[in-house]
């Protein structure tokens, strides 16, 4: 059958049923439609034709072609428009998953053009313009607006857009598709696939609350979803892999949980990336061979649990700043009260866990960081930082308050430290406790602007490995500059086996307490003594050692 305009007025509907359709012109419904078992092609006739939806349109097993005679970009493009109130539902017919035979396919008809380059912009949306991160709703934001897709296959799609709650993306292929513009509460997006995205950006942008996004399978995209200003999103059993972004960029997202994923072989951006996120709870997620250059886990926020995970190739080439987890302040200046408790950092070529400037209040427990150790140059299994990037910001603070207890490190330049990268403020408050510490340059490293350290019951083994590095093997070296001394330091209980080099190595610091611990040297190290040094330090303070 071809018809030309079919208009369907307020009060009817439209069943098509086993019907082979081409349609030229304007498909306008304004009342209930349902199309089952059937075959339709559109295209446009006049630049304003699309097909319009104002009550409710489903599809079920249904194979939908749509013609894009213009790019997606083009205001007059050929589209599914969505009007206020309306739902469209595509499914399959027995609701079934399992069953293949009865998919609904919709797709963009753009075979007319030859340029693969071009032939990705003839693609039509679905819905009407939304909000973006960062974009207010314009007036071309069309709200109440409901889709609901299950069992189906998408292919050549620009955009879904919708502004609306209760709506659901289940159980669906998207081939050559780019990007969801969705703002809905209890929004469900699960057991989807994308494939061969056709755009160099986001696959999603999603905002709202009750959003449960799981079993999705993302594999060789550019990036995946970005999630803004929302509450108690459930992030679960996704896989996301081959990708150059991030996998999930959460930003003002609060009381969610991210859980059972699959992050692997992402190669550029933050594989997650969460900002100004507070009370999230991060668990049981595997992360492997991902984002070598950078931190594949980025965090600012306050109160989040980071807890039971597993990073698996963090890094490159050893340099401190590829991380497989970094927490900095938000943008009220500070990050507060996260624990990262019982995960598994292996082989790690960068440092395992950057606690950066403003981040206080931070506890760090029962996590196993084992690194490379052959391409070490300056990681460290846990490092806590005061990082001035283009050292002008006066307010920057090394972290403070501080607990690490109960971790078990190996293979690193050096196991703890406390760093700063160009000028700031002191830190205070900071306690390693119980850790264990084997085959590092050095166990437990200090370097200035940190105040009331505590350090104690560490075991520290087999301080060895690099004969290049400057702080000398030492098993803890507390290290001040002249004018940013390390001030009132207590190093206690401690217990040391170092290969090579002092088992406590002091320089430039005041008021400083070395006491009950059991230092063993094998071979001393010229000019730095066989078991405890202090040089160039006051208000020195070092008894009942053995």
């Known amino acids: 059958v071809s018809v030309k305009d079919i208009i369907l007025v307020p009060g009817k509907t439209l069943q098509l049923d086993d019907v082979n359709l081409i349609s030229q012109g304007e498909i306008n419904l304004e009342g209930d439609s349902v199309w089952t078992n059937s075959t339709v092609y559109h295209e446009q006739v006049e630049v304003t034709d699309n097909i319009s939806i104002y009550k409710k349109l489903e599809i079920i097993n249904t194979n939908l072609t749509i013609k894009a005679s213009k790019e997606y970009t083009d205001t007059n493009a050929n589209k599914i428009y969505l009007h206020e109130g309306s739902l469209l539902i595509i499914r399959d017919y027995d609701r079934d998953p399992t069953t ?3 998919i ?30 960062g974009e207010d709703y314009g007036p071309n934001s069309i709200v109440n607006t409901n889709i609901q ?23 669906t292929t998207f081939e050559k598709c780019n990007v969801l513009n969705i703002v809905s509460n209890n929004f469900t997006f699960l057991s989807n696939t994308f494939r061969n995205s056709t755009i160099e950006d986001w696959l999603g942008y999603i905002g ?39 996998c999930f960029r959460l930003i003002g997202v609060n009381n969610s949980i991210i859980s059972n994923d699959i992050f692997q072989n992402i190669t550029d951006w933050s594989t997650l990336f969460m900002t100004n996120s507070d009370n999230n709870t991060i668990t049981d997620n595997f992360f492997y061979n991902s984002t070598p250059n950078g931190d594949v886990f980025f965090l600012s926020g306050d109160n989040n649990l980071i807890d039971n995970n597993y990073f698996h190739g963090c890094g490159s080439n050893g340099e401190w700043w590829q991380e497989c987890l970094q927490i900095s302040q938000d943008d009220n200046r500070e990050a507060y009260g996260n624990r990262v408790t019982n995960n598994k950092f292996l082989n790690v070529s960068g440092s395992g866990l950057a606690l950066t400037s ?43 308050d501080t607990t690490i207890v109960n971790n078990t490190i190996s293979n690193f ?28 340059n050095a166990g437990i490293f200090i370097w200035s602007l940190y105040d009331d350290t505590i350090i104690k019951d560490n075991t520290i083994h087999s301080t060895h490995y690099n004969n290049d590095t400057a702080v000398g093997w030492a098993g803890i070296y507390i290290k001040s500059e002249s004018s940013y001394w390390a001030r009132n330091t207590t190093v206690s209980n401690n217990t040391i086996h170092s290969e090579r080099g002092p088992g406590i190595l002091s320089d430039n610091n005041q008021n400083i307490t070395i006491t009950k611990n059991i230092v063993t040297v094998v071979v001393p190290k010229q000019w730095l003594g066989n078991g405890i040094m202090v040089r160039e330090s006051i208000e020195v303070n070092v008894t009942h050692n053995k």
């Open 100 to 102: 293949t035979n009865d």
């Open 104 to 133: 609904s396919i919709v797709k963009t008809d753009n075979s007319h053009i030859d340029n693969l380059t071009l032939k990705v912009n003839y693609t039509v949306d679905i819905g009407s313009l939304v909000k973006r991160i």
């Open 149 to 171: 897709i299950e069992n189906s296959h998408l292919e050549y799609i620009n955009a879904i857009r919708l502004y609306g709650d209760n709506s659901k993306i289940h159980n």
């Open 208 to 246: 709202g609350n009750d959003t449960t996004i799981a079993n999705n399978i993302l594999k060789d995209v550019p990036a995946g979803f970005v999630s803004w200003d929302s509450e108690r999103i459930l992030l679960d059993n996704n896989t996301c892999d081959g990708l150059i972004g991030s």
């Open 358 to 400: 403003n981040v206080n209040n931070t506890f760090v427990g029962n996590n196993l960081f084992e690194g490379r150790g052959d391409t070490r140059t300056s990681d460290f299994g846990i490092l806590i930082v005061m990082y001035n990037g283009n050292n002008n910001d006066p307010y920057l603070f090394a972290p403070s």
């Open 413 to 440: 330049s050096y196991g703890i430290g406390g760093d700063y990268w160009n000028y700031g403020n002191w830190g205070h408050n900071n306690l390693f406790e119980s850790n264990y510490i084997e085959n590092t």
